[in-house]
């Protein structure tokens, strides 16, 4: 379906990333472990999607995304993070994401934010704030592991 980059200084992350989305019919054209390799990919490798850490090394994702979007306007960035506030998410849509995958996740909620993105595309305004995205989960301090939801530590 999409050519995607994923963006998370965490190797097991981009692994477990890889393996859902390789699943989901999608490719995988490169892997970033901050802010500035990731500008590097798109502008190489022309993605249509990138995942985006928020918390890394040298560039986080907050400060990445307009570099990002820079590069290729058409860029669909969906941010992935285990911290999204209110205040982040809002920070986050302003400067143009698209979604968002809360980690931990699982299969099914990384394609469904992963393809709601994609048609969102589609559409020729960008979300503003939080309540354009039904459904979405803010960090509200506790959160409740499922079954089949997986959670790393870092690696780097």
């Known amino acids: 379906m999409a050519r995607i980059v994923i963006v998370d200084d965490n190797l097991m992350i981009r692994m477990l990333l890889r393996e859902i989305l390789d699943g989901g019919d999608h490719e995988i054209v490169g892997e970033a472990h901050d802010g500035l390799q990731a500008e590097s990919m798109v502008r190489a490798l022309r993605p249509e999607l990138v995942t985006l850490?928020?918390?890394?090394?040298?560039r986080g994702g907050l400060e990445s995304l307009p570099y990002l979007l820079s590069v290729d306007p058409?860029?669909?960035?969906?941010?992935?993070?285990?911290?999204?506030?209110?205040?982040?998410?809002?920070?986050?849509l302003r400067s143009g994401a698209s979604g968002f995958i809360v980690k931990p996740f699982d299969r099914q909620s990384v394609l469904a934010s992963v393809d709601e993105a994609l048609v969102?595309?589609?559409?020729?305004?960008?979300?503003?704030d939080a309540s354009s995205l039904?459904?979405?989960?803010?960090?509200?301090?506790?959160?409740q592991v499922e079954d089949d939801q997986r959670e790393f530590g870092r690696v780097p």
Do not use: N
């Open 53 to 58: 850490d928020l918390g890394m090394p040298v």
């Open 74 to 92: 058409s860029l669909v960035v969906v941010v992935c993070s285990a911290f999204l506030d209110q205040r982040r998410v809002i920070a986050a």
């Open 120 to 128: 969102r595309a589609g559409q020729t305004e960008r979300a503003t």
């Open 134 to 143: 039904p459904g979405l989960p803010i960090a509200s301090g506790s959160a």
